[in-house]
Each structure stands twice: as C-alpha cells, then as structure tokens.
C-alpha cells in the first residue's frame, strides 16, 4: 500500500523548504487535491456557462448595429420593457416593505405558529414556478375565491398588469426577508437601550439606529427580488394573459420571437435583460462587501 | 399594568405588526398553497389519482425523475469540488470563479434556454456536427437535462461553501499530518462536517431540477409524451381546460417543495445541535 500520509508530509516538508514562495502559494499545497477539483470546476463551468453565454453573445455581435437597435427598441419590445421593469420595480418595493416587517416579526416577537411560519417564507424558493401561476390565476380569475371579492370593487388581477405584479411579489417573497433576518438577529441590543436611556421614542430608536444598521441588507434583498422578477416566466404565463403590447413582458416576448424563428431578435434581447442582471448582480456585489465591512 | 421595558414595543404595537406580517403572508403563500390541494381533490381522490396516473402524466413523470437523476449528481460532484477548491484554498482568480460559479441565478431561465438553442440547435455552431452523427439534443430530452444543469447549477456549492470557508483547514491540516492520505481526509474528516448542508444543497437541487419550468420549456418544443416534464404538463392541461387535472399534477410538485422545506428546517435543527 503506498504510504500517501507520508508522500503529504515529505510534500509538506519540501514545499515549506522553498522558502522564496509567497505564504499563500505555500499553504495552497498543504490540502491534496488542488488540481482535481479545479479540472472539475473549470470543466464544468466551460462546458456549462462560459461556452453557452459566449455563443449568445458571438451571434448578437453578428447583427449590425442597425439591426440591433430596430430588434431592441421597437414598439412591442418598449411594451415589454415598461411592463416587466415597472411589475418587477412594484413587487420588490412591496416585497422590501412586508419583507422588512416579516423579518421584524420573525426575529422580535415570540407568538404560535411562528417556526412553522418561518419555515413557510422559503416557500416561493421551493414552489415550482409554473404551480405558484396557475394557483394564483385560479385565486383571482372572475370566478376565482379572490376574484369574486375584487370584481365588484372593480379591480382585475388576473390577466392584467396588476396579475403580473402580483405573481412577481410571490416570487420575490423570501430575498428581503432572508437578508434582513440575520442582520436583524445580529443587531446589539445595547445600541438600542442607549438610545433608550437617552430618552429616545421607540420610533426614534428605530428610525434613527435600527434601520441605519439593517439599511444595506434591505438594499441588498430588494436588488435580489427585483433581478429574481425581471427573469420570471413561468408564472407570468399563466397570469399575465400574454397580450402583445399590454400583458407581455420581455422573456415572454424573447420566447415569442424565438417560436417565429426570430433567433436575432431573441439574442438582441435576451442580451439587453443579460446586461441589466450582470449591473444588478454587480450592485449586489459592492452592497454585501459594504456589510461585511460595516459588521467587521 | 406592568411598566413595559423602554427597548419594547406596547402591546397593541406588536399585535398590529404580528397581525400585519401574517395577513400578508396567508395572501401570498397560505392561501395559494391551500388552494393548490383544494383544487386538486375537489372532485374527490379517484379523480385526483386517475389525472397523476393518466399516460402522459406518467410519462411527464418519468421524464422529470430521469431529468433529476442525471442532473443532481454531476451537479453534486461540480458543487463539492467547486466548494473544496474555493473554501480551501487561495489562488488568482478566485473571486472570479466565485461569480461564474453564481452566475446561472442571475441569468432568466428563459435567457439560459435560448442559449442552448443557439449554441445546439440546427442553426448552431455545432448544429451541423450534431445532425451528422444524428444526435438531436433541442426538443429533446438530452437539451432538457442540459438546462436543468444549468439552472441547478450553483445549489451544491451554495451550501456547501460557506460551511467549509467558515471551518478553516485545521482539522484537514491535522489529518494529513496523522498520515491520512487525500480522500481518506475528505471522506473521514471534511465531509461528515458538511453533510447536513450537502443534503440541503441536493435537495434544494433536486426541486429546481424537477421544477424548473423556463429553460426547459424553450429548448423542449413541447413534444407531448416525449419532452414532456411534470411542470410542462400544468401548462399542457391548464391550457386544455382541465384544471382539475392541472391542480392534481401541481400537487406533486407542491408537496415535494413541502417535503424540501421540511428537510430545510431538519438540517438547520441539526446544524444548531452540533
């Protein structure tokens, strides 16, 4: 049997020896495995990712730039923007709102149910898309429980605009309350009784000391929620109705152009939507290095 | 009355706040759940059971298993690996990785299925190889397992990184030096360490994979009893009116995302204990 622990050590011994190597590039090879696991990674993440999302951006650079600016900005892709910008932008200000209060709720108060309940806020990561679409068209269609209360006040959920936002709101639930919550449960309470000792309201405290703190990840989770509902699509189909100019939103219009074999229009804006995901991804990105300085 | 500590609200404040944050969520996550497996057995069991049953939900099913199948395990073996080699060690490029690794969340699902297309289909760069060796990929089931990879692709890694970052080298480092060799460290030490999160991460994988509804819509074609996946067949039936039937195959994928919650907070009680 060959003697690995010993080959490890010797490996060790001799890495450690060449003393002109960087600390860092000496303790790399103290854990076996370095060269496997990045054949793997790199493997898959080419074959996966990078070759994928090159090919998508090879056939865009295809286009003239004329003719990518005719598939991007004519009128129904400028339909489709508002909608999905302007449902996307409603739910994750809704979700930033009953998000942060969840998150209150969840961390602060002690009431029945409440482990089942934060149990169920990761639903909407767990729930197939399509499922979470047709339940809710049931919910507020004319006939629908929801529906039937609504019509009368003359308000439309599904089918409109309204539906939309409504589906995107589901969808987006968990982001702001799974950011919030950690930072909320680490929170020092002594900054709290301070305010309170200076003779701070409770809506002084919050304002002035708890929201500061909690801040950057209500930021952070509502830019999740938004980017999570610009992308959705399974169950905005079901919802939305799908009318050209009125009820679509930019991937169901990418699918569209795609089934009338518009492959160039597709790409045009499918990298449109790519473009603003990597701008919110990197938005994300400078936000959580800001909490991990503001915690450190 | 009781004086009420400065740093708390009054009563009929924290009332009001409960009551607010679960109106909200019964609209949104309660009600819509109930209504799933109301709508289901509303016309009785045997109904229920002759729609999950019927062929082409059968097939649907078969279809989504094989998909799961294939798709959780490689994405198990990339997930680990991705995790050992960016938790453990430090090298150029690391963050880059980090992002790439990330990346599939922040891409539409519709966005990755077109890319698939483009890149496998007839008009691809590898479309004409393809058809020579008559392998079709887009609207079949192969292209259907291909965007379920990419969909499900960072889940593993995402729960495992963390973890393994937050728990340094030291015990791998002791193990090593006590003469264990590579694999012997990773079985014995790293991974009994990471386990609860490793299954959370498979699960959570395995109910994007089988419900992932987007990218497999657009590279399927929607080829019933071929490319058919569980999910496609809520739409299917929903737009033949048979929502009956719809309701009975979404209460599968309901109750497997009940299942995966459940296995969510077992892992987390598991994970306070140790």
């Avoid at chain 1, 990840?217 to 509902?229: K, V, W």
């Avoid at chain 2, 609200?9 to 009600?31: N, S, T």
């Avoid at chain 2, 498979?202 to 987007?214: D, S």
């Amino acid at each position: 049997m060959r003697n690995d622990g010993a080959v490890a050590r010797r490996e060790t011994v001799a890495i450690a020896q060449k003393s002109s190597l960087s600390p860092f590039l000496r303790r790399r090879r103290v854990l076996p495995g370095f060269g496997l696991s990045l054949a793997i990674t790199g493997l898959a993440l080419t074959v996966v990712v990078l070759l994928p999302l090159t090919g998508l951006f090879v056939k865009t650079f295809s286009l003239s730039g004329a003719e990518l600016w005719e598939k991007v900005s004519d009128a129904r892709a400028l339909a489709a923007y508002r909608l999905s910008f302007g449902a996307a932008l409603g739910a994750a200000l809704v979700n930033a709102v009953f998000g942060l209060l969840v998150a209150w709720v969840l961390v602060r108060y002690r009431f029945p149910g409440r482990a089942l309940i934060d149990a169920l806020v990761d639903l909407p990561f767990a729930l197939p898309t399509a499922v979470a679409g047709l339940t809710l068209t049931a919910l507020y269609a004319k006939n629908g429980p929801l529906g039937r209360v609504l019509e009368p006040l003359g308000v439309q959920v599904a089918f409109t605009a309204l539906g939309v936002a409504v589906a995107l709101t589901f969808v987006g639930l968990p982001f702001v309350v799974r950011t919030v919550q950690p930072v909320l449960e680490e929170l020092d309470p002594s900054l709290e009784e301070a305010a309170a000792t200076l003779g701070a309201s409770r809506l002084t405290t919050f304002r002035r000391v708890v929201f500061p703190a909690i801040f950057p990840a209500l930021l952070t989770g509502f830019t999740l929620a938004f980017a999570r509902a610009l992308g959705e699509y399974g169950s905005i189909v079901f919802i939305s109705g799908n009318l050209p100019g009125k009820t679509e939103i930019v991937p169901l219009l990418i699918v569209t152009r795609l089934e009338q074999y518009d492959y160039a229009g597709a790409t045009a804006l499918a990298v449109v939507m790519l473009a603003t995901s990597f701008v919110l991804l990197f938005v994300v990105n400078v936000l959580q290095r800001k909490m991990l300085v503001q915690r450190a | 009355m009781r004086e009420r500590a400065a740093t708390r609200e009054p009563v009929w404040v924290r009332r009001a706040l409960i009551a607010a944050a679960l109106a909200f969520l019964a609209l949104f996550l309660f009600v819509p759940v109930i209504a799933v497996f109301a709508s289901a057995f509303a016309e009785g069991p045997l109904k229920w059971l002759s729609a999950v049953t019927d062929r082409e939900s059968l097939s649907a099913i078969t279809l989504t298993l094989l998909t799961a199948l294939i798709a959780v395990p490689l994405n198990l073996v990339f997930g680990v690996a991705a995790a050992w080699l960016i938790a453990k060690f430090r090298f150029p490029g690391r963050s880059v990785l980090l992002t790439l690794v990330d990346l599939p969340f922040s891409i539409s699902p519709v966005i990755a299925g077109l890319m698939f297309v483009m890149l496998l289909g007839k008009n691809g760069p590898f479309g004409g190889l393809l058809e020579a060796h008559h392998l079709q990929i887009i609207f079949a089931p192969p292209g259907i397992v291909i965007a379920t990879v990419f969909v499900t692709f960072p889940f593993v890694a995402r729960e495992v990184l963390p973890l393994m970052q937050s728990q340094g080298n030291d015990q791998e480092e002791a193990a090593l030096t006590l003469g264990a060799s590579g694999w012997q460290t990773f079985f014995k030490v790293t991974l009994p360490r990471v386990k609860w999160a490793l299954l959370y991460g498979v699960v959570l994988c395995n109910a994007r994979a089988m419900g992932e509804f987007g990218a497999v819509s657009v590279v399927s074609g929607h080829i019933r009893g071929l490319t058919n996946t569980l999910p496609l067949h809520v739409e299917i039936l929903y737009n033949e009116y048979q929502f009956t039937g719809a309701f009975a195959v979404a209460s599968l994928l309901t109750f497997l995302a009940l299942v995966t919650l459940g296995v969510k907070k077992v892992v987390e009680w598991r994970a306070a204990a140790t």
